[in-house]
């Protein structure tokens, strides 16, 4: 019933009646009221589309969490900022965000539901309509994440993990999206699914670990290209491929504390085989994303986080090993980073086509200020003196040749926000003016010439404009009520698309959430 209605009080003059009762609350803003509760935002690659992913209200609330037996997924046309067909229901609980194909024209969603024999459902949906596309494909197992998609958008791949008692397999289908069926049989491979699956360029390798083994299929025929490498520990998350795509890396943990190791397996995509030979660091991966490797130098150097302990001290410390992801030789000495190890927090490479890599770790247990260090990896250098900031996060800038670093200040609790911009010669080219409220997120959008900084004031949020170059601005923020759920920028920069509960007491038990639309040119 309320599928029905979402277009309704979205496209006709019934939203200018409820704009009455339920007011946008942001001069010349627009906003389209959503059925359910938020999953997930995703932008269609050239930003002509937004696709939110609902799930119905938790029925027992926050004291017991029920999993939802469906999702909606609501299509809506940014030009227009207009509901498209009638919001679809997706049966399971939903797994990942919706994935969009490089045209726009199809949307993928992965939903799981429990039984005797878990299975699994890739609902294809025509985002012209907003109507499903053939029957839903059903398959065994529970989703391992969204679907990956060839590169021309013909074929879907879906990671399913199927238990028989205490075994585990891990089943890679190949789906023809023209005919919403599956292709041939599945893959199996030993294991639980770590992490996301990834492909190469052209999307002819696809490369998985589970608990067991690396796995790398060619798509042609869905075959194993090589025998699966045997997991050496526990795997950090999943594979991270090269941005040339012709190479993946797997990171383990070895051992018990404080005697761990940690193990660096990179993978040849074409043959499947183990790059030179597996580079073995003393200590741990750490438990955030910081902990995961990433490549730089267009994929010639791989770079990995570790914590390390010393047992005659009883110290920890911090440590940046890069590695030459050609041969799996050492870049250089492992470099020992500043900052408190408990508190380490991001990596950024703006430009994987680039050599620099961006660390930020924090300094004391109170989370109120962090070092950033800019380290070379084409030879393994410190760039310049860590700088030290506020406690918050880092952005890539558009330009791939610095980042911003939104940062609250006032304590573990952030009564202000600053943002600064560093640049790859480890230099502070710019700094906004305090803004007096805790920072939210940081919206920048490719080529643009200004940034955005959403800050939380009580029950609303702020949006400031700053300078893309120099953090600069000015501005009169402009105010939008509710919690954020999720904030997006169209590729172009015009528009922010701020999904909140700011409804209005008379709509909160029917429609309590909303996507804000506010234009960027409003902001002066």
């Given amino acids: 019933m309320f599928n029905v209605l979402v277009p309704l009080i979205n496209n006709t003059p019934v939203r200018d009646l409820l704009n009455i009762v339920d007011p946008p609350g942001t001069p010349g803003a627009t906003v389209i009221r959503l059925a359910g509760t938020p999953s997930s935002a995703v932008l269609s690659p050239t930003g002509n589309l937004l696709f939110e992913l609902t799930v119905p209200p938790n029925p027992l609330g926050g004291i017991f969490y029920v999993p939802p037996t469906y999702s909606t997924l609501t299509v809506i046309n940014t030009a227009t900022n207009t509901v498209v067909g009638v919001p679809v229901n997706v049966r399971g609980v939903p797994i990942g965000a919706p994935v969009i194909s490089a045209d726009g024209t199809r949307a993928y969603q992965s939903s799981s539901v429990a039984g005797g024999v878990n299975t699994t459902y890739v609902t294809v949906i025509d985002t012209a309509s907003g109507n499903v596309v053939g029957k839903p494909i059903r398959l065994d197992g529970w989703s391992a994440g969204s679907v990956v ?61 589970t608990t067991d083994e690396v796995a790398v299929i060619d798509t042609s025929d869905m075959s194993l290209v090589a025998p699966p490498i045997a997991v050496d520990g526990s795997p950090n998350g999943g594979v991270v491929a090269s941005p040339d795509g012709t190479r993946a890396v797997v990171t383990t943990d070895r051992g018990n504390f404080p005697d761990n190791t940690v193990v660096v397996t990179l993978v040849d995509l074409a043959s499947g085989s183990v790059i030179g030979t597996p580079t073995v660091i003393e200590g741990f991966t750490n438990s955030t994303a910081a902990g995961i490797p990433i490549f730089s130098d267009g994929g010639a150097r791989l770079n990995q986080i570790t914590g390390a302990y010393d047992q005659n001290t009883k110290t920890s410390s911090t440590v940046l090993t890069i590695i030459d992801s050609s041969t799996g030789n050492l870049v250089g000495a492992p470099i020992a980073l500043p900052g408190n190890d408990t508190r380490f927090m991001a990596v950024q490479v703006p430009d994987p086509a680039d050599s620099h890599l961006f660390v930020a770790s924090g300094i004391t247990q109170t989370y109120d200020s962090m070092v950033i260090t800019v380290v070379d990896t084409s030879d393994g250098t410190v760039v310049g003196t860590p700088l030290v900031t506020g406690y918050g996060t880092l952005v890539s ?124 040119s409003a902001i002066r």
């Fill in 397 to 520: 800038a558009p330009g791939g040749n610095s980042v911003y670093v939104s940062a609250g200040f006032g304590g573990s609790t952030p009564t202000g926000t600053e943002v600064s911009v560093v640049d790859s010669d480890g230099v502070t080219t710019g700094t906004s003016r305090p803004l007096f409220s805790p920072p939210i997120a940081l919206l920048a959008s490719p080529g643009g010439s200004r940034v955005y900084q959403l800050t939380a004031v009580g029950s609303h949020i702020q949006i400031f404009a700053l300078d893309a170059v120099t953090a600069a601005g000015s501005s009169v923020p402009v105010s939008v009520g509710g919690t954020v759920n999720s904030a997006l920028i169209t590729p172009d920069g015009t528009k922010i698309y701020d999904t909140n509960n700011g409804s209005s007491p008379l709509l909160s038990l029917s429609f309590p959430y909303r996507v804000t639309v506010v234009k960027t």
């Fill in 149 to 209: 998609l060839s590169a021309d958008g013909h074929y879907a791949y879906q990671a399913t993990t199927i238990s028989v008692g205490s075994v585990f397999t891990t089943a890679v289908s190949a789906i023809d999206t023209k005919k919403v069926a599956t292709v041939g049989d599945p893959v199996s491979v030993q294991g639980w699914i770590r992490g996301s699956m990834v492909r190469n360029l052209d999307a002819t390798r696809l490369c998985l670990t």
